[in-house]
T-cell receptor, first 112, second 111 residues
Framework: KAGVTQTPRYLIKTRGQQVTLSCSPI?????VSWYQQTPGQGLQFLFE???????NKGNFPGRFSGRQFSNSRSEMNVSTLELGDSALYLC???????????FGPGTRLTVT | KQEVTQIPAALSVPEGENLVLNCSFT??????LQWFRQDPGKGLTSLLL?????REQTSGRLNASLDKSSGRSTLYIAASQPGDSATYLC??????????FGKGTRLHILP
């Protein structure tokens, strides 16, 4: 069974731009969660989608948004990028929320 | 508000030794607790998941325990190998469906 895939793997953007990251969950998984990982803050929860509905949201500004499609694939969007948005963005899928999570390899975003 | 703490932040042990990694959480009303391994610049690999009704889980040389009353979980690694070098993270899934991660313990196995 294929694992969680994330595209792109690496991305360099400039301040003020916007970015869209994509996550394809394991087949059959309906829950997709997004996390931001930085050396200082560690792993922080962004949001979780289940059956196309956002079920939970972390403490991030409205510049961070996401969505989930009917095939469970998910995208997250960050608008008006700031230097502090540079991070590894990880997505995880699970069969149901709060079940065992399987992580993708992450997208490394660098904002210059 | 759930807080998850992992101490120490970094640990170095000689190859072959058994070791214990610690994870503590403030809210005992968890749904499950999961241990992950992360290699530098990579995603997380799930190691063990302990449901709230369980006391421990084992996989190969790894054993994870859960004591909800004391708010603690431990990951025991037997006969450590250089390939075990990585960052180990624990994550508590709360009953409000939020998953809170610790900041991890960076483990270095000395050959």
């Amino acid at each position: 069974k294929a694992g969680v895939t994330q595209t792109p793997r690496y991305l360099i953007k400039t301040r003020g731009q916007q970015v869209t990251l994509s996550c394809s969950p394991i087949s059959g998984h309906r829950s997709v969660s997004w996390y931001q990982q930085t050396p200082g803050q560690g792993l922080q929860f962004l949001f979780e989608y289940f059956s196309e509905t956002q079920r939970n949201k972390g403490n991030f500004p409205g510049r961070f948004s996401g969505r989930q499609f009917s095939n469970s694939r998910s995208e997250m969007n960050v608008s008006t990028l700031e230097l502090g948005d540079s991070a590894l963005y990880l997505c995880a899928s699970s069969f149901l929320d709060a079940y065992e999570q399987y992580f993708g390899p992450g997208t490394r975003l660098t904002v210059t | 508000k759930q807080e998850v703490t992992q101490i120490p932040a970094a640990l170095s042990v000689p190859e072959g030794e058994n070791l214990v990694l610690n994870c503590s959480f403030t809210d005992s009303a968890i749904y499950n607790l999961q241990w992950f391994r992360q290699d530098p610049g990579k995603g997380l690999t799930s190691l063990l998941l302990i449901q709230s009704s369980q006391r421990e889980q084992t996989s190969g040389r790894l054993n994870a325990s859960l004591d909800k009353s004391s708010g603690r979980s431990t990951l025991y690694i037997a006969a450590s190998q250089p390939g075990d070098s990585a960052t180990y993270l624990c994550a508590a899934a709360n009953r409000d469906d939020k998953i809170i991660f610790g900041k991890g313990t960076r483990l270095h196995i000395l050959p």
